[in-house]
T-cell receptor, first 113, second 112 residues
Framework: EPEVTQTPSHQVTQMGQEVILRCVPI?????FYWYRQILGQKVEFLVS????????KSEIFDDQFSVERPDGSNFTLKIRSTKLEDSAMYFC???????????FGSGTRLTVV | GNSVTQMEGPVTLSEEAFLTINCTYT??????LFWYVQYPGEGLQLLLK?????DKGSNKGFEATYRKETTSFHLEKGSVQVSDSAVYFC???????????FGQGTTLQVKP
């Protein structure tokens, strides 16, 4: 069964550093998403991406965040200057047309120290 | 705006007990509804879904029926197992961009 692959599975970074979280969506999918889950809390939408541009973003997704699909296969989330409160599990997801095949990756646990 | 409310946990049951996890939603129109499961240390897995009113989603013994009259999508299982211990999230598909809005999650603990 096709998978969404996220790397790394766990990243520890110092406050103020830049991090890039990587995702390889399912190959024929067209819509891409990032979500985050602060430990013990609910999963929150960050951003959606379609046709090489952001289609929607939440209020969490401020100027410190950016997304890119650099080469037609990877989908990355960059946090420019990490804060302690950015510590969370970040999930990538992708889907094809309609709601079918909406698939999540296994997540990257980001710890900011 | 659209939102999802789940019953608070944790829910602790004995093996073979009946499970209900309540989920209600607020939305414009009739969005598709989902249950996701998160096992300890893992990501989100789709458990079941329903795309229109009165649809019943089912998988692995779990069921949920889309009730537009009560705006609910309660998750049920007739006989839980220890391996069902996980966090369960109710979600709805919102807007044109296909973002998911999740409830706060309900932790289920099943004891032998």
């Amino acid at each position: 069964e096709p998978e969404v692959t996220q790397t790394p599975s766990h990243q520890v970074t110092q406050m103020g550093q830049e991090v890039i979280l990587r995702c390889v969506p399912i190959s024929n999918h067209l819509y891409f998403y990032w979500y985050r889950q602060i430990l013990g809390q609910k999963v929150e939408f960050l951003v959606s991406f379609y046709n090489n541009e952001i289609s929607e973003k939440s209020e969490i997704f401020d100027d410190q965040f950016s997304v890119e699909r650099p080469d037609g296969s990877n989908f990355t989330l960059k946090i420019r200057s990490t804060k302690l409160e950015d510590s969370a599990m970040y999930f990538c997801a992708s889907r094809g047309e309609g709601i079918y095949g909406y698939t999540f990756g296994s997540g990257t646990r980001l710890t900011v120290v | 705006g659209n939102s999802v409310t789940q019953m608070e946990g944790p829910v602790t049951l004995s093996e073979e007990a009946f499970l209900t996890i309540n989920c209600t939603y607020t939305a414009t129109g009739y969005p598709s509804l989902f249950w996701y499961v998160q096992y300890p240390g893992e990501g989100l897995q789709l458990l079941l879904k329903a795309t229109k009113a009165d649809d019943k989603g089912s998988n692995k013994g779990f069921e949920a029926t889309y009730r537009k009259e009560t705006t609910s999508f309660h998750l049920e299982k007739g006989s839980v197992q220890v391996s069902d211990s996980a966090v369960y999230f109710c979600a709805l598909l919102s807007g044109n961009t296909g973002k998911l809005i999740f409830g706060q999650g309900t932790t289920l603990q099943v004891k032998p």
